[in-house]
């Protein structure tokens, strides 16, 4: 299986930059030893439309037409489920086990995603009931990537 992570922004080069490309890399190589093929992102721009729903829309168009019909979104969603990082491990390992081809997180953008990518996501996930901005809620998700890749090899990274 492969995951992704699919943001609306682009980071500039720099600290956050550096720790995506860190944790993500971290992933994938430990992701090889539970099955997990590749471990990846990709990001697009922020929509210029004038209203929030117009770039909801606009944004959360260009998201999907990035994806398979089967891949698996789990929507990064300030109202979705807080979840352990046990548990979002569990969820990666489930769709791993079933077969999935591919499972995406999804960022959307400062006024968050549009109703398509949440009619469509399996799962909606939140960072916890405080509000981060993207660009670190990035680096959140790809540690918590390394981490459910850890948690699936049984290696001490995480700790109870």
Same mark, same amino acid.
């Given at each position: 299986?492969?995951?992704? &992570?699919?943001?609306?922004? @682009?980071?500039?080069?720099?600290?956050?930059?550096?720790?995506? /490309?860190?944790? +993500?890399?971290? /992933?994938?190589?430990?992701?090889?030893?539970?099955?997990?093929?590749?471990?990846?992102?990709? $990001?697009?721009?922020?929509?210029?439309?004038?209203?929030?729903?117009?770039?909801?829309?606009?944004?959360?168009?260009?998201?999907?037409?990035? +994806? =398979?019909?089967?891949?698996?979104? &789990? /929507?990064? =969603?300030?109202?979705? $489920?807080?979840?352990?990082?046990?548990?979002?491990?569990?969820? +990666?390992?489930?769709?791993?086990?079933?077969?999935?081809?591919?499972?995406?997180?999804?960022?959307?953008?400062?006024?968050?995603?549009?109703?398509?990518?949440?009619?469509?996501?399996?799962?909606?996930?939140?960072?916890?009931?405080?509000?981060?901005?993207? @660009?670190?809620?990035?680096?959140?998700?790809? $540690?918590?990537?390394?981490?459910?890749?850890? &948690?699936? /090899?049984?290696?001490?990274?995480?700790?109870?």
């Amino acid at each position: 299986m492969r995951i992704r &992570i699919g943001a609306i922004g @682009r980071l500039k080069k720099g600290a956050e930059k550096q720790l995506v /490309a860190d944790y +993500l890399s971290r /992933a994938k190589k430990m992701g090889r030893q539970s099955g997990i093929s590749d471990v990846s992102e990709f $990001e697009l721009n922020e929509s210029r439309n004038q209203t929030a729903e117009g770039r909801k829309g606009e944004e959360a168009e260009n998201l999907l037409s990035r +994806l =398979d019909a089967q891949s698996v979104i &789990i /929507a990064l =969603d300030e109202h979705g $489920e807080n979840l352990s990082s046990r548990k979002f491990a569990r969820i +990666l390992s489930g769709l791993k086990d079933a077969g999935q081809g591919e499972a995406v997180l999804l960022i959307g953008g400062p006024d968050g995603h549009g109703s398509k990518v949440l009619e469509r996501a399996r799962y909606k996930i939140a960072l916890g009931a405080m509000t981060w901005p993207h @660009r670190i809620a990035r680096i959140l998700v790809a $540690e918590q990537l390394y981490r459910a890749m850890t &948690i699936m /090899a049984n290696h001490p990274y995480h700790r109870d």
